[in-house]
């Protein structure tokens, strides 16, 4: 959450007293205007607003006055401007960053807020207020500003610390190696915390958590080990604190499922049924990245990610040096028990009747007839009977499920696809070993089945299946490409729609799909036609399909010619679609091809829509709004160049965005104001 100060750029020709003081109002107002304030730092932050909006006041009067300003005036206003930009950040990364992490900083916060107010004050001490024409009332609030920002004491919330010191206890007897042997007595303390720092529904913790990875990342970027070792700590009490909390209490339905699927098999499997049947009601944060399998030693690398050992073991061992989530390069290769989670796992196990076989005593009961070799090799080959046991069982489920797709009734077919849907839902290895079971030409059949479930199901397992990159292949070399866009534009059911929308996603990340799929007009048309009457999930998986195939530079005009941009435009103003940045990144690229600069330069409302996106959208929103604007005004754009100058929003937001923007998004920002500029400039001195 340690939040950075962009270098703040003013250009003489843009920033003038006037549009100095215009964009002071503006970034003003923008603190004012923050609504539901975090919990942690509650107290710094809505003092902090207090004081910006006395500053307004006094940004309003300089404004109505419209009277030159002394130099040291415009010094001060300057260094307003910067300190109000960094209120800005530090209150949107309190905002938007994990509760439980400022709570764990709240004095390195804290401090920051008072550095501001000191840097407020001081640029104060330099406002000549006797030579302003101000009124009574906003002179007398700016000097009582001056005198409290002087003499200000820092201030740290004394509950928070309390707070904090119950969740830095918490988070060391956790942490301890043994605490996967006793319960969490910690419980009904961690639940007053978290509810004390507004995580009181599902949504909240699931977004906490995300929160919480995000950070990781971070500090695993800056080498910070021990912070991400301590972030993966916090995670895993939020994922055990919700699993309590919000547990699903219809067990009995598990159990009755596994005896009908059990029935089913007629296979004496029952130890790979139950594990297929307990699957579903696995948290999400207990599951392998890789694998996506119950972690039962669950170990930290150095990108801060935390997978099962014997997975990640097996990816670092053939070869690779990156982090399989992230694609990050690994800095170094040790494995770090994550504790805390290996003590929630088997918390949740206990809970849940789940059983759990502990992978070293497993381990050491199978090679003690190999005392010859090393403790290490024991565990490799004992590793690989595990495995294979594993893989055996998928192999004999796989093939029976493909029997009975290719032999069995319509209705012996739905159930079968179903369950091959499932077992494709996990493991990498599971694909592998479905695809060699021969079960691809059989389900693309069942792709044309006139039975609503048995075609979603069909199509579902074929996008499980395609996420292993061999699989895309067999699946394209399948002859399978039309038969989902048959389900893509005329499917049963809309969730198989959606499903053969994103099963052309993942196809096309492979170039040579990009291809194959591009010489079908009808394939764009029908992920047109999905953007415009799907559900949220189905418009956002239409949109990554289109997005994916664009990159493709010849399909880009089949995606205009399906009528892509104008449906775009409108997914703009409709905020209940909830993909506004996926469709500002698809019009963004196609503004590289001449027919979609051409339709995108029609629309009478997406210069408004995009100027109100430099303001209120999320960082990737931005940078798109800004790529798309100045691509508009390059190359004979001069009308949108035009529309831009008249509109009173336009200026400050690029002002704003230069300042604060992400990299990417501050150069072209600064690259539109020059162009813009230059064309203010042959507008005022025309020609000839």
Not at 191 to 203: A, N
Not at 262 to 285: C, G, K, T, W
Not at 403 to 430: D, F, H, V, W
Request: proline fraction near 4%.
């Amino acid at each position: 959450m340690n939040v950075a100060l962009p270098p703040i750029m003013i250009s003489s020709g843009f920033l003038p007293t006037g549009s100095l003081v215009e964009s002071l109002i503006h970034i003003s107002n923008e603190v004012a205007s923050v609504e539901k304030l975090p919990l942690v730092q509650f107290r710094n932050i809505s003092t902090m607003i207090r004081r910006i909006k006395l500053l307004s006041s006094l940004f309003e009067d300089i404004r109505e006055t419209n009277s030159p300003l002394p130099p040291s005036s415009i010094l001060c206003l300057t260094e307003l401007f910067s300190v109000i930009q960094r209120v800005k950040l530090l209150i949107q990364g309190c905002k938007d960053g994990s509760s439980l992490w400022g709570l764990i900083q709240t004095q390195f916060l804290s401090n920051q807020f008072h550095v501001l107010v000191k840097e407020m004050g001081g640029a104060l001490d330099i406002l000549p207020l006797s030579l302003l024409n101000l009124s009574a009332d906003t002179r007398e609030q700016v000097e009582l500003l001056h005198r409290q920002a002087k003499r200000v004491d820092l201030l740290v919330d004394p509950r928070e610390l309390q707070r904090r010191e119950e969740l830095l206890k918490i988070m060391t007897r956790n942490n301890q190696k043994n605490s996967g042997n006793k319960g969490f007595d910690d419980f009904v303390k961690l639940k007053e915390v978290l509810s004390c720092i507004g995580l009181r529904s599902p949504l909240e913790y699931e977004e906490e958590i995300l929160k919480l990875e995000a950070e990781a990342e971070k500090q695993a970027g800056t080498g910070g080990l021990i912070a991400v070792s301590n972030i993966n700590n916090i995670i895993s009490l939020v994922t055990y604190s919700k699993s309590v909390i919000f547990v699903d209490r219809d067990k009995e339905e598990i159990k009755e499922n596994f005896k009908q699927r059990s029935a089913f098999m007629n296979r004496n499997q029952d130890v790979s049924s139950f594990s297929q049947s307990i699957l579903s009601n696995i948290p999400d944060e207990f599951r392998c990245p890789i694998s996506l399998d119950l972690m039962k030693d669950p170990v930290i690398v150095a990108s801060g990610h935390t997978y099962d050992r014997n997975s990640i073991a097996q990816w670092i061992n053939s070869g690779h040096q990156t982090c399989p989530k992230s694609g990050q390069r690994l800095i170094h290769m040790a494995l770090i028990p994550n504790y805390a989670l290996k003590s929630l796992v088997h918390q949740w196990c206990q809970d849940n009747n789940v059983p759990l076989i502990d992978d070293s005593s497993s381990s050491f009961s199978k090679s003690e007839s190999s005392s010859g070799k090393s403790k290490l090799s024991e565990k490799a080959i004992d590793h690989i009977s595990a495995t294979k046991a594993a893989m055996d069982a998928v192999k004999m489920t796989a093939e029976f499920l493909v029997g009975k797709i290719a032999m069995g009734s319509p209705e012996i077919q739905r159930q079968a696809t179903y369950e091959l849907r499932l077992l494709a839902k996990t493991g990498m290895g599971n694909r592998r070993i479905i695809a060699e079971a021969g079960a691809i030409p059989f389900l693309v059949t069942l792709l044309s089945s006139t039975d609503p479930k048995t075609q979603e199901n069909a199509v579902t397992a074929m996008l499980n299946l395609s996420i292993l990159e061999n699989n895309k292949t067999l699946i394209m070399s399948a002859g399978s490409i039309d038969s989902i866009i048959d389900v893509l534009e005329s499917g049963k059911t809309m969730e198989a729609r959606e499903n053969a929308a994103a099963t052309i996603f993942s196809l096309s990340i492979i170039n040579d799909c990009k291809v194959t799929i591009g010489t079908r007009p009808r394939a764009f048309s029908a992920l047109v036609g999905l953007l415009r009457e799907g559900t949220s999930a189905g418009k956002k998986d239409a949109a990554s399909a289109l997005f994916n195939l664009s990159v493709y530079e010849a399909n880009k005009a089949s995606v205009v010619v399906a009528g892509a941009v104008p449906l775009l435009v409108e997914m703009l103003m409709d905020d209940k679609a909830g993909i506004t940045d996926d469709a500002l990144a698809l019009l963004a690229l196609l503004l590289g091809c001449s027919e979609g600069l051409e339709e995108i330069r029609k629309s009478k409302v997406l210069v408004p829509l995009l100027i109100d996106l430099l303001r209120f959208g999320s960082t990737k929103g931005k940078e798109n709004s800004i790529t798309l604007l100045l691509g508009l005004c390059k190359d004979g754009g001069e009308e949108v160049a035009r529309r831009l100058l008249i509109n009173p929003r336009s200026i400050p937001s690029l002002q704003s965005l230069s300042a604060d923007g992400s990299l990417k998004a501050r150069r072209k920002a600064d690259a539109l104001l020059r162009l813009l500029n230059r064309c203010c400039s042959q507008s005022h001195n025309p020609v000839g």
